[in-house]
């Protein structure tokens, strides 16, 4: 049974950064594609950034270019958002999620497995 449980989130002031964790367990996710999605209240969910397990390869949206990098411990079956230069709109319930086989994962419905989230909220 696939589990993904973040960790990490908390309150920061703008400009802040925090560390996002994303454990992974229940099989072996090396062709798997994992993503970092966000929803705001009363907004839709965003796709953050994804990374495909075996390669490395990275993707993000457009609102956190430059500013989060996404990255995986493969030895720890963990997944990370580091999150710098943070802004008040980035505050939201951020979710890690996996889906097999994905080469472009930018869509929720392409996943197959979810987090609970955690939340980051972010100060002006």
């Known amino acids: 049974q696939v589990q993904l449980v973040e960790s990490g989130g908390g309150l920061v002031q703008a400009g802040g950064s925090l560390r996002l964790s994303c454990a992974a367990s229940?099989?072996?996710?090396?062709?798997?594609?994992m993503g970092w999605f966000r929803q705001a209240p009363g907004k839709e969910r965003e796709f953050v950034a994804f990374?495909?397990?075996?390669?490395?390869?990275?993707y993000y949206g457009d609102s956190v270019k430059g500013r989060f990098t996404i990255s995986r411990d493969n030895a720890k079956n963990t997944m990370f958002l580091q999150m710098n230069s943070l802004k008040p709109e980035d505050t939201a319930v951020y979710s890690c999620?996996?889906?097999?086989?994905?080469?472009?994962?930018?869509?929720?419905?392409?996943?197959?497995?979810w987090g609970q989230g955690t939340q980051v909220t972010v100060s002006s």
């Open positions: 999620a996996a889906g097999l086989g994905l080469l472009n994962g930018v869509r929720p419905g392409q996943y197959d497995y």
């Open positions: 229940g099989r072996t996710f090396t062709n798997y594609t």
């Open positions: 990374i495909r397990w075996s390669s490395g390869f990275s």
